[in-house]
């Protein structure tokens, strides 16, 4: 009984890993979740700020100063106020429609890549085809036709053409999954096809599905931005392209108004540029191959990994130490 609880003893104390130092965040991982956080905060600013995006506090173009920060915009607006209320925008649109390419786009690189065949064939054809079909001028088309254009129909009319890359993608790593011997244990069981897919095969390219919906929610936000200047933005509602939209429509560059069209660019670019950096070095942390200073890395991690060999061992030494004079008919 005391064997028993002397080993579990020896189990609590052993020094255990943190589970966060296998991920190795890099600096490229940091830089791109402090620009995503400051965007998402601007968004959310908006909520707070003492002026609402539609309410007139000047006239066309009024410069920066006097309690406007940026100025107004050709309607009489704060600026920053519209700017705010277009992030927030922006950025809802770009995770429902991350959302729906990535589940449209997983389900069927799934089903294609799991179950072979000709069924995958006819998958992948109906996904190549979509695929050369230029995505904009179907954004386009479905836009013009819809009868109003809100930001939710908007993402839902992005992530519906946006599906394709992610679907070729997953197919290509679910097959080498499907070949693997626990999918074969999984099917002498009796699993059905849905638990088959969910449960065996989803857990191993969940990691490259998160950085997919990175990516989309990246694409799905210039999307916005080029259709909203083209005039085709949701109706009644502020975002990023729609400000841009404006601007041009009101000479802004002409008027030398810089603060109408710049703070806009500016926050698209930084949101952009900031999940394409995060979907690039989560594909670093996923990878260890692709990490970047690799061989630092590696030895940081085997001293590391010794560290805690040696602090083991020591736990484990210290009590057979202490009881070797108390044991029965030793010398002392």
């Known amino acids: 009984m005391s064997t028993v609880n002397t080993s579990m003893a020896e189990e609590t104390m052993a020094p255990r890993a943190n589970p966060l130092r296998s991920f190795n965040f890099s600096g490229r991982f940091w830089t791109a979740l402090v620009l995503v956080v400051f965007v998402i905060l601007l968004g959310l600013a908006g909520f707070v700020y003492p002026t609402g995006p ?7 173009y009024d410069a920066p100063g006097g309690g406007l920060l940026l100025g107004t915009d050709n309607f ?21 429609a991350g959302i729906v390419a990535t589940t449209i786009g997983v389900t069927i690189g799934l089903v294609a890549g799991y179950v072979g065949g000709w069924f995958e064939e006819l998958l992948m054809g109906v996904t190549n085809v979509v ?5 904009i001028v179907v954004l386009i088309l479905i836009s013009v036709s819809l009868p109003e254009s809100t930001i939710w129909s908007l993402a839902v009319v992005i992530g519906i053409t946006s599906w394709p890359w ?3 993608a997953v197919r290509a790593q679910a097959s080498s999954v499907a070949t693997r011997e626990h999918i074969d244990v ?19 390219i969940l990691s490259y599905a998160v950085m997919a919906f990175v990516l989309q929610v990246a694409g799905a ?3 916005e931005a080029a259709l909203s200047m083209l005039g085709l933005g949701p109706s009644g509602a502020n975002s990023l392209g729609t400000q841009l939209h404006w601007s041009l429509a009101f000479q802004a560059v002409a008027s030398g108004a810089w603060w109408a069209f710049l703070p806009p660019t500016l926050v698209l670019t930084l949101v952009s540029f900031g999940f394409l950096l995060l979907q690039a070095s989560l594909d670093e942390v996923f990878n260890p191959r692709l990490r970047r200073g690799k061989r630092k890395q590696m030895k940081q991690a085997a001293a590391r990994r010794a560290e805690e060999a040696r602090a083991l061992a020591a736990q484990q030494a210290a009590p057979s130490d202490s009881s070797l004079p108390t044991r029965a008919g030793d010398p002392a």
């Open 186 to 204: 999984a099917r002498l069981s009796g699993a059905r096809l849905g638990g088959i897919l969910v449960k065996d095969v989803l857990p191993y």
């Open 221 to 223: 936000i210039l999307a």
């Open 54 to 60: 539609a309410e007139k506090v000047g006239s066309l």
């Open 131 to 135: 695929l050369a079909i230029p995505a």
């Open 166 to 168: 992610t679907a070729r």
């Open 76 to 96: 009489g607006h704060d600026v920053l106020a519209v700017l705010m209320a277009g992030t927030r925008t922006s950025l809802i649109i770009g995770l429902v």
